[in-house]
């Protein structure tokens, strides 16, 4: 049975070890990518209704205040239902300790009970932070596999280790 890979990941400005960037593809995507590459897994992209500024100082407190407010931000294109998948990725960068709210929106709308849950970060230092015990509250019922963190600054040199990953 195919797998999918759930992700949400934002280009424009960001920072990479102290320097701000700006970058087409976010970093959560590239690792989306490979697992599509490597496993022939179906993407969704969680794409928020109202886009997150391309300005990293902005987004930043747009993202905070999201969290603060334990927002549910509309998305564009919710997914209804993973009936079709055993195996399902979750893919999202490490917003202020957890995952952004637009992932608590879509994730909330899935019944993962009997489900296969592998989760990745993507961060600049923290890991996962928090997102695990959210991800045990938004994916009740399924079954919650070792997860894979990588720095964002990284992506670009971890093709292996995210086959290794896919594999375990
Ligand atoms: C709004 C916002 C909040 C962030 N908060 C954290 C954080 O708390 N800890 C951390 O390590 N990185 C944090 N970062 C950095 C991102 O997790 C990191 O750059 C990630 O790779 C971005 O993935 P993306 O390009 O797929 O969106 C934050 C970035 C943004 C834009």
Known sequence: MTDLVIYFSRSGENYFGGQLKNIEKGNTEVIAEYIQELDGADLFKVEPAN??????????????????????????NALDDIDGYDTIY???????????????????????????????????????????RDLKKLCNGGDIKNGLSIPGANVYDVKDTVEAWIKE
């Open 90 to 132: 979750i893919g999202f960068p490490n917003w202020w300790g957890t995952l952004p709210m637009p992932m608590f929106t879509q994730l909330e709308k899935l019944d993962f009970t009997g489900k296969t849950v592998k989760p990745f970060v993507t961060h600049e230092g923290s890991g996962f932070g928090s997102s695990q």
């Open 51 to 76: 886009e997150y500024p391309a300005d990293y100082m902005q987004c930043i407190d747009v993202a905070k205040k999201e969290q603060q407010n334990d927002a549910r931000p509309e998305i564009k």
